[in-house]
C-alpha cells in the first residue's frame, strides 16, 4: 500500500522542520511549500494528488486563504488548517471557505496527526447517495431548488454554488424536513465522524450556508435553530 501524500504549506521552517519528520515517520509521503505560489504549484503539479493539505493561514507571496480558494475552484481534497491568530473570525472564514478543519497553533503533534488521519478517513468514506432513493431529484422548498442528482441549488432561479459540506447539511436536512437534528447528529452524518464537541465547525457552516440561501440570514426561513437543541428545516416542499 502506498503512503498517503501531504502537502505541508507553512513558512516558518521551524514548524515544518518538527512537523514533516514526524509526520514522514508516522508513514506519510510529506512535500513542502514555504509560499502561497509554491504552494500552488506544488499543488498543480502532483501526480498523483494529494490525500490532504495542510495550509498556513499566515504566507508570503499569497495568502493561505488565496492559496484554499485555489484548491477549492478544483479540488475537494481535504484542507486542514493551521493559524496563529485564535480569533474566530480567522477559524470562520477559513472553514466557510472550504476548509475541513483548523489547528491553532501551538498544536500538539499527536492532535495533528489524529485531526489529519480523521479528515482523510472521512474524504475517503462513501456512502449511497440520497439521490438513487429519491423519486424526484429536485425537491422543491419555497424559493429553494435542490437537485440531488447534479447537486446543484438554485435561490429564486439563481444558481447557489456550495461547498461540499454545506451541500451535504442542506441535503441532510431537505430529505428528512421537520425533523430536528442535533449539532452531533449534523457532523456525524456530514463529516462521517464523531462529534468531539467542537461547536465552531457546525456553527461556521450553519451560517454561510444561511447566508447563500437566505434573503434575511437573521431572521431565517428555511434552517430554524431550536436554541439548546439543534436545527430542523421547516418550510415546506413544493
Known amino acids: 500500500m ?15 522542520e518538527m512537523v514533516g519528520p514526524y509526520l514522514e ?23 498523483p494528488g494529494y490525500d490532504l493539505v495542510i495550509l498556513d493561514l ?28 485564535d480569533g474566530e473570525v480567522d477559524k470562520a472564514l477559513g472553514l466557510g471557505f472550504g476548509a475541513d ?4 497553533k501551538p498544536f500538539s503533534l499527536i492532535e495533528l496527526t489524529a485531526r489529519i488521519k480523521a479528515a482523510i478517513r472521512r474524504a475517503n468514506y462513501t456512502t449511497p447517495p440520497v ?6 431529484q429536485r425537491i422543491h422548498i419555497g424559493g429553494l431548488v435542490v437537485d440531488m442528482e447534479t447537486y446543484e441549488v438554485e435561490r429564486e432561479g439563481t444558481p447557489v454554488k456550495l461547498t461540499s459540506k454545506e451541500f451535504g447539511i442542506l441535503k441532510l436536512f431537505v430529505t428528512h424536513p421537520g425533523k430536528v437534528f442535533t449539532k452531533a447528529q449534523i457532523y456525524a452524518s ?4 464523531h462529534y468531539y464537541g467542537d461547536e465552531n465547525i457546525i456553527n461556521v457552516h450553519m451560517r454561510r450556508l444561511r447566508e447563500k440561501l437566505e434573503v434575511d440570514p437573521s431572521a431565517p426561513q428555511y434552517i430554524k435553530t431550536l436554541w439548546g437543541i439543534g ?3 421547516e418550510a415546506e416542499q413544493g
Open 25 to 47: 515517520k508516522e508513514g506519510y509521503d510529506v512535500t513542502y511549500a514555504y509560499d502561497g505560489l509554491e504552494a500552488e504549484r506544488q499543488f498543480s503539479q502532483s501526480q
Open 131 to 136: 439521490a438513487e432513493a429519491a423519486k424526484d
Open 101 to 104: 478543519d483548523y489547528l491553532s
Open 2 to 16: 502506498s503512503s498517503q501524500r501531504l502537502l505541508l504549506v507553512e513558512d516558518d521552517r521551524s514548524i515544518s
Open 58 to 85: 499566515m504566507l508570503p507571496r499569497k495568502s493561505g486563504m488565496d492559496v484554499l480558494q485555489t484548491i477549492r475552484a478544483v479540488s475537494l481534497v481535504p484542507v486542514l488548517i493551521l493559524s496563529a491568530k
Open 231 to 233: 436545527y430542523k428545516l
Open 190 to 193: 456530514v463529516w462521517n465522524d
